[in-house]
């Protein structure tokens, strides 16, 4: 029940455009309200002014002149994200982004996909993409607590009781980070493999955090973004989540279960 039933009275119906328009799929808020700021959206042929716009439907609202249908049913797809690419739909600087390698990963039916958190141009590995602007944002949040992990090939020296002390967490350069879990796999001369577990996803923590113990990491894959894992799918390849597993995580989240 509000608790001033006055500002319940004033709030207009509906949801923001901009919430609307990521359950659509269209792109992120954040990218949405750039897209706003840039005139690109209308509304009855007139451009949107704000993001603060609430809207009951997207009918009559249109990106770059076309129309926006309806929120299409939720999907997620896994990418193996090769080196090279920015996880990004455009580059000021010309880079190739990650959209240049979907358009033959994906099948020709897939709907408008944003990515779930990134991985930077030298890192590789499995990249999760979803049309749902609201998924994407819950697993992005440190708060939602999903496990993410990666194998790091580094150079130096370490040992295993150094990593296993990561699981109380680091403070690095005024940041601190959170419990991680780390294990050396194998080493061959100085190059060492590592794995680690991360939950909080912040700026290039698992390199940060490595090269503060003295390594240099010379390559960097994510294997698994919970539940979901990279497994065996071909570098630059995608491949679809199956419904069923798509809404058991779903639901595991909203229960806080999430592993």
Do not use: C
């Not at 990593?163 to 194998?186: C, F, H, K, Q, T």
């Amino acid at each position: 029940m509000p608790t001033n039933p006055k500002q319940s009275e004033d709030r207009p119906e509906g949801d923001r455009i901009a919430k609307l328009l990521a359950r659509a799929g269209v792109a992120s808020r954040r990218e949405i309200e750039r897209m706003i700021a840039d005139k690109r959206i209308t509304l009855h042929g007139k451009p949107v002014e704000t993001p603060a716009t609430f809207l009951t439907s997207l009918r009559g609202v249109s990106v770059d002149g076309n129309p926006v249908a309806g929120p299409e049913p939720t999907t997620m797809y896994l990418f193996n994200k090769p080196t090279g690419l920015i996880t990004a739909e455009r580059d000021m600087a010309g880079r190739p982004t990650i959209y240049s390698a979907l358009t033959n990963a994906l099948p020709k039916d897939a709907p408008r996909v944003m990515p779930i958190g990134r991985l930077d141009l030298n890192t590789e590995g499995l990249l999760l993409l979803t049309n749902d602007g609201g998924l994407k944002r819950q697993m992005e949040l440190p708060s939602t607590g999903i496990p993410r992990t990666y194998r790091a090939r580094s150079f130096g020296e370490v040992t295993q009781e150094q990593l296993e002390s990561l699981i109380e967490g680091i403070e690095i350069d005024g940041i601190r980070y959170g419990p991680i879990n780390a294990n050396m796999e194998r080493s061959s001369g100085r190059n060492i493999w590592i794995e680690m577990t991360i939950t909080e996803g912040k700026n290039r923590e698992v390199r940060r955090v490595l090269e503060h113990l003295g390594l240099k990491v010379n390559r960097l894959i994510r294997t698994a973004y919970g539940p979901f894992q990279l497994a065996d799918l071909p570098r630059g390849q995608a491949a679809r989540v199956r419904k069923g597993d798509l809404d058991r995580f779903v639901s595991a989240m909203k229960r806080g279960q999430v592993t």
